[in-house]
Each structure stands twice: as structure tokens, then as C-alpha cells.
């Protein structure tokens, strides 16, 4: 007789979010943590990192409050006050998250899960190596003593991922960290080079160049955030480089090498150089988190990266186990393991479940701020979409101009026929907040007629989508027309 209904390995937005869905739905369910619950996303990731850059936010807004007429002089910051409002931010989230898997009845076991058959596991100590120098972490690798034996009738993986390594000689040096090991740093770094400037570097970018540090970023594609519409990562970096942010593009890291006063970064490409720095931090993607889990004893399979292939109601190929998260490689974002885990407790538990990737709204919390959700322009085209694009700057809006914070624009791209909104991306202020009108309109399949007609509150940052709207249709009030030919 199995032990619980469902086990769930892993306690991250996707894991305790399955493990209450099923409780609700009248299951009985085990969940396997080896370290806080909350996962990377709120000890890690999502959150730690938000409440620094907010610090550096209000640092930034303090700096220049002359700007308002207020006058805050000989205004600076204490880095140690800065992480430890971070980590009370955290301990309350994750005591939070404790707090509800108790109140829905979920048993958390403490420990490393490892399949010794399908439905099947025993759960060792977690191990206590440090995965960085001076940090609070601690490596998955579990220790040889087994605490129990756990059956149940279905499982869900739900170990997330973790930093990605380069191979790079040097990266084993002191001072080479990864985003986990940035927050092991009690001070800023007087030279910081990031290696890798999507979202995870560029956030660090900006977020370290706040606090005072000499920034460069190295990034191997033409732009910085090379996911995202191809104006924006252009625009990130024009407002990096204001910002006196060393940005280099079409640029690799070949090698770092101990040097006299820190470290030194060997770039190669067309903008080759050494650079000297104190730290260096890569930020290169993530790689999923499945070691010592006994994969293969339970005969699921990777695909060649790494990843647990599933399907639309996140099953593996072996019945009764599925994995969401991270672990699936379908979009590395808290929000989408949080609508698998919803998916697949609901199709455990016998309802027709369906997670649908088609609108995934992703946010960077780079100052500016970048939001995005559908497709690129150049996406759109490659899928054989005849489009028209719309775009309209944060500089035009009233509320921009009284909030402080005019620069970027909101881009939105609809197609050509029936100007249905397929892609809408952000850079500017909020861009995180207003993404959700986007992401709305492309899953109502809304046009751009239908966003203009909607009446949209004044003023406010939010009104953008429907300026935005308006410029597509070739009616722009609050901005010169386009010129005709």
C-alpha cells in the first residue's frame, strides 16, 4: 500500500505549489525538500535579487531627489543593512510557504530523494559541502545515511535547476562566482565582470553599477538580452552604456588568469581585451538539477541536455511519474513551473489538465525594466506572420513624466490582416506590472482596435497599451503621425 497518494521531490514555485493543489483536490501528499522550501525562486533567484535591486532603487531615486525638489543629502548605503533586509524578506516568504503546505495538510520530509524504483525512493541526508566559498548554500549531494523509504502511487520531480559552469581556465579561481555565489559577497566589488548578459547578468549589471561598481559585460550574441525583441536588447544597451556600463557584444571570455590586484579577463572578438577585475561573476543560463537522483534506476530519460522530456499534462515516459520545473526545459521561469505544478497535480488527481506555452510573459529587473510576452518582430516574421508594429515612448506619457522615469517605449507587434496582437514588449518603467495586459490581450486574442477602445484610466503608466494601440492603427493622439509618403 503505497504511502501517500503523491510524493513530490523538490519544494520550489513549481514543487509547493503542486503538493497544495493535490492536497486540495483530496490527496494525500509527501513532499521531499533537502534544503528551505520556496526553492531557488525565493532563496536563490526571484525574490533576494528583487529586494537588492529595490535597495538599489531607492538609492538611485534618493541620489538624484534634487531632481523633485527634495534635497536628501550625504545620501548613501550600508550593503550589509541591504542583505539583511534581503534575508528577512526571504526567512518571512519561505516560514510562509512552510506555513501553507502545513495548513494543507502536506507531510514536508527533510532530506535527498533518490528513485529506487518508479514510484519508489529513499531519502538520505543532505549533504553539507559549500558549492561557494563564504556563502550560506549548501550542494545537493546527499551523505550515505538513508532516513526512510517512501512509496507512493504517483510522483512529481520537481528539483528545479542549478547555475550553469563555463569551461573556462580560471573559473575554478577564487572570486569566479555564479549568481548563487553573488550573494555570498558582504561587500560590492570595486570591478565587476559579468560574463553572459541575458537577464541573469544583466540584472547583476545593473544592480552592482547602482552600488558603485566599475561594470563590463561581456555577452557572445550581437545584443544584451538576446531573447527578447531585437530593439530591446538594442535599447538596454544604449541605456547601459549612458549609464556608464561597459558593454561588449559579439564578445567571448577565453580565459582568466590570477593577476596582481585581483583577476584578470581575457575577451576575444571584436572588441578584444584584458580587463583587471576583483570578481567575476557567470551568468551563462542553468543547467537542470537532477544529479544523484537515480534517474535512470526509475528509467526516465533526458533528452541530450539534461532535461526530463513530458507532455502537455507534464508525464514522463514512465507511468505514473511526471516532472515540472526547471527540470522540463520548456521556460526556466517561476511562473511557468508554478502552472505545471497546477497541471499536473490536476491531471494526477483526474482532471483534464492542459498547460498551453503559447503566452509566457517574462520579466528582467535591469533598470530599465524589460517585459515581454508573444513573439518577437523577427519571430513573428520567421513564422510567417505579415505584420504591422506600433510603438510609443515612455517620454510622451503624463505619468511617466511625473513618475521621473521617461526612457523606452512599449513595442507592440500585430498581425497585418486582422491586427490580432501577437507579441507586446516592454522597456521602461513598471514594464514588469504592465506585461499582464499583453499577456491578456494575446490569450483573448484581442486586436489592436479592441485595446484602443478600451478605456484605460488617466493618467497612469498603464494607458501606454492603449496609446501604443492607437499608433498601430495609424490614429496616434499624443504623438506626431507618421509621415506619408
Not at 579561481?173 to 555565489?181: E, M, Y
Not at 575577451?267 to 543560463?285: F, H, K, N, S, T
Request: glycine share 12%; charged share 20%; with cysteine.
Amino acid at each position: 500500500m503505497p504511502e501517500f497518494d503523491l510524493l513530490v521531490i523538490g519544494g520550489g514555485p513549481g514543487g509547493y505549489v503542486a503538493a497544495i493543489r493535490a492536497a486540495q483536490r483530496g490527496l494525500s501528499v509527501g513532499l521531499v525538500e533537502k534544503e528551505r522550501p520556496g526553492g531557488v525562486c525565493l532563496n536563490w533567484g526571484c525574490i533576494p535579487t528583487k529586494a537588492m535591486l529595490r535597495s538599489a532603487e531607492v538609492f538611485q531615486t534618493l541620489s538624484s531627489a534634487a531632481d523633485f525638489g527634495v534635497y536628501a543629502d550625504n545620501v548613501r548605503f550600508d550593503f550589509a543593512a541591504v542583505r539583511q533586509r534581503k534575508d528577512g524578506i526571504v526567512k518571512e516568504l519561505t516560514d510562509g510557504v512552510a506555513g501553507l503546505l502545513k495548513a494543507n495538510g502536506v507531510t514536508v520530509i527533510e532530506g535527498h530523494a533518490r528513485f529506487t524504483g518508479p514510484t519508489t525512493v529513499q531519502v538520505f541526508e543532505a549533504g553539507t559541502s559549500p558549492i561557494f566559498e563564504g556563502g550560506p548554500r549548501y550542494a545537493a549531494a546527499p551523505t550515505a545515511t538513508a532516513i526512510r523509504e517512501i512509496t507512493a502511487a504517483d510522483v512529481i520531480v520537481a528539483t528545479g535547476s542549478v547555475p550553469a559552469q563555463l569551461p573556462l581556465p580560471g573559473a575554478d579561481l577564487p572570486g569566479v562566482i555564479t549568481s548563487d555565489g553573488a550573494f555570498g559577497l558582504t561587500e560590492v566589488p570595486r570591478r565587476l565582470v559579468v560574463i553572459g548578459g541575458s537577464a541573469v547578468g544583466a540584472e547583476w549589471a545593473s544592480l552592482f553599477h547602482t552600488f558603485g561598481s566599475e561594470v563590463t559585460v561581456v555577452e557572445m550574441q550581437d545584443r544584451l538580452v538576446p531573447l527578447e525583441d531585437k530593439e530591446i536588447g538594442t535599447a538596454l544597451g544604449r541605456s547601459f552604456g549612458k549609464r556608464g556600463i561597459t558593454v561588449l557584444t559579439g564578445s567571448t571570455v577565453s580565459g582568466i588568469a590570477q593577476a596582481t590586484d585581483g583577476l584578470r579577463v581575457t575577451v576575444g572578438g571584436p572588441q578584444a581585451r584584458e580587463i583587471d577585475a576583483d570578481v567575476v561573476l557567470v551568468g551563462v543560463g542553468r543547467r537542470p538539477n537532477t544529479a544523484e537522483l537515480g534517474l535512470d534506476t526509475a528509467g526516465i530519460a533526458t533528452d541530450a541536455r539534461g532535461f526530463i522530456p513530458v507532455d502537455e499534462q507534464l508525464r514522463t515516459g514512465v507511468e505514473h511519474i511526471y516532472a515540472i520545473g526547471d527540470v522540463t526545459g520548456k521556460a526556466l521561469l517561476a511562473h511557468v513551473a508554478s502552472h505545471q505544478g497546477l497541471t499536473a497535480a490536476d491531471a494526477i488527481a483526474g482532471h483534464d489538465a492542459r498547460i498551453d506555452y503559447a503566452v509566457i510573459p517574462a520579466a528582467t529587473f535591469t533598470h530599465p525594466e524589460i517585459a515581454s510576452v508573444g513573439l518577437t518582430e523577427e519571430a513573428a516574421r520567421a513564422a510567417g506572420h505579415e505584420v504591422v508594429t506600433a510603438k510609443f515612448p515612455f517620454a510622451a506619457l503624463g505619468r511617466a513624466k511625473t513618475f521621473g522615469e521617461t526612457e523606452g517605449f512599449v513595442k507592440i507587434v500585430a498581425g497585418q490582416q486582422h491586427q490580432e496582437v501577437l507579441g507586446v514588449h516592454i522597456i521602461g518603467p513598471s514594464a514588469s506590472d504592465l506585461i499582464a495586459e499583453g499577456a491578456l490581450a494575446i490569450s483573448l486574442e484581442a486586436t489592436l482596435e479592441e485595446l484602443a477602445d478600451t478605456i484605460h484610466a488617466h493618467p497612469t503608466l498603464g494607458e501606454i497599451g492603449m496609446e501604443t494601440a492607437l499608433a498601430g492603427l495609424g490614429l496616434p493622439v499624443h504623438i506626431a503621425p507618421p509621415r506619408k509618403r
